[in-house]
């Protein structure tokens, strides 16, 4: 059976806005302790159950220090990362068969005209990343075989430098800068120091003042 200090550490984790608190010390550990005591069933235990979790709380506290530092380091690296913004792009789901020819022989056109063209091939599904304007010759290609289209989207890309390789949380901390502010990553995807995020136009403005470091 877990420890206090266990479930006290675990309810911290799931709730991204308490950790934030705690790691800049925002948090009245009395109230947090009745409220961890409350959602995990036992406010209705031991007065010493409460002082275990307040007790478990601040020692997770100190535990979070490296994060803090590590967080710093992800702040000063993306104060570094330069931004290109690619409107007008769709998000096309495609079934998967067999790795259709021609989307290879589409990929290279669009390729040689130096325009937006990306692949992922899953288990079930291959999504391509493109221009609206190829929207026309996709739909012609594999009418049959478009699962979905999204359209009214724009690409996001980050360019990091090498540092991104060797810093860990880079990415999830955007990710959770994107989600806390209601904004939508419809895909994402990266390439050694570039990474592109997909979302909707509407979000474009929102994603950038969040990205203003």
């Avoid at 409460?50 to 979070?64: G, H, Q, V």
């Avoid at 994060?67 to 702040?75: F, G, L, M, P, S």
């Avoid at 998967?96 to 599904?125: C, M, N, Y």
């Avoid at 739909?139 to 699962?147: A, G, Y």
């Amino acid at each position: 059976m877990p420890t206090t200090t266990e479930l006290t550490e675990e309810y911290i984790k799931k709730h991204p806005s308490i950790k934030d608190c705690l790691k800049k010390g925002l948090i009245n550990y009395s109230a947090l302790s009745r409220l961890v005591a409350a959602d995990l069933g036992v406010s209705n235990s031991k007065k010493s159950t409460n002082e275990a979790i307040l007790i478990a709380a601040r020692r997770f506290k100190d535990k979070l220090k490296n994060e803090a530092i590590n967080e710093d380091k992800i702040v000063a690296l993306l104060k570094e990362t330069e931004f290109e913004i690619k409107t007008k792009t769709v998000v096309v789901v495609i079934e998967k068969l067999l790795f259709p020819e021609r989307l290879l022989d589409l990929q290279k056109e669009i390729k040689r005209k130096r325009d937006l063209f990306h692949v992922i091939e899953g288990t079930r599904a291959i999504i391509v990343i493109t221009s609206e304007k190829y929207l026309r010759d996709l739909k012609k290609s594999f009418r049959t075989n478009i699962l979905s289209v999204t359209t009214e989207l724009v690409s996001l890309v980050m360019q990091s430098s090498k540092k991104i390789e060797t810093t860990p949380g880079v990415m999830a901390y955007v990710y959770s800068l994107f989600g806390e502010n209601g904004i939508n990553i419809c895909e994402t995807l990266s390439c050694w120091t570039d990474t592109i995020i997909v979302i909707h136009e509407n979000d474009l403005a929102k994603a950038m003042t969040v990205l203003k470091f």
